[in-house]
């Protein structure tokens, strides 16, 4: 078993994670590797979270002389035993530590087991701020609001569709290309997902002359394949994190102030939920790895346990 570090050192390094986020910081080549995948396959953002976290783990491991080849789910509950803070931050911190053990054990094959399936939180049994969806009033004011007479107007109105009907991360949309749509069959194709399990997904009808009305009248003339494109030169792709403020504007613009842009992705859930689909169902069509993920979005349908129990409506 290795031997102990003293709990406030680590401590204080989470917390620099938090205050003082370092993303220059050179650590052995194989993380340096893990950074550049990240950067090549997913567009990853945190990536200064993810450095800090991961230097926290090289140094405990070099302060106990474990190789990265030999270690053991014994070793990382130690190392995250010496962390003192809310659990909220354990919980982005070990998420950025399991996406570093699955490229370990899928991409470079380093560690035989995939310990990133044993390092797990504590289960949740209330959220302080549960995950925010849209009431079918908000929706409505969602859509109602959307213009449809600018280029920028007519991206926004397809990605907003997008969001909504298929509950996909924005990064997802970004990565989008013309390639994944198939307008006969009325398809998607959802190459990279957050948990490496692509799918394909049916696009309603909305959603897809949604699309068609942007390749159309809005999109710009470009041996660029990716379907969302900047309106101005140079036509590049949208940014993940500017698919974020365009949807996070568009619902701000309908007087939904506070939302985010993955409210439209709890809302998704939500109405999956509603429709009967059982909570394994729901997991696939999210993209998610681990059903806690899926949990997480799901709330207790309040509306009809009011209509059963107190015969109200919300």
Known sequence: MSKGVGGAAYKDC????VKNPDSHARLPDIYEQYFLYLEQTRGSSQVAMKRKALKSLHD???QNYIRLSSLTIEHLDAFMA?????????RNFRSHIRGFLRYLYHEKMIIGKDLASLL????IYLH???????RPHEIQQLFSSLKFQTPADIRTYAMVHLAYSLGIRPVEISRMTLDHISFTRGEVTIEERKANNPTILPLSKPTLEAIAAYVVKARARTETRNLFLNVLKPYRPVHPSRVSGILKQAMKQAGLSSATAYWLRHTYAQNL????????EIKEMMGHEDLRSTQRYLHIDTEQMRKVLLNETL
């Open 273 to 280: 939920l509603g429709m009967g689909r059982s909570v394994y």
């Open 82 to 90: 010496e962390f003192r803070v809310p659990e909220i931050g354990l």
């Open 14 to 17: 989470v917390e620099d994670v």
């Open 60 to 62: 405990y491991l070099e």
């Open 120 to 123: 797990t939180n504590p289960p």
């Open 128 to 134: 302080n701020k549960p995950p925010r969806f849209l």
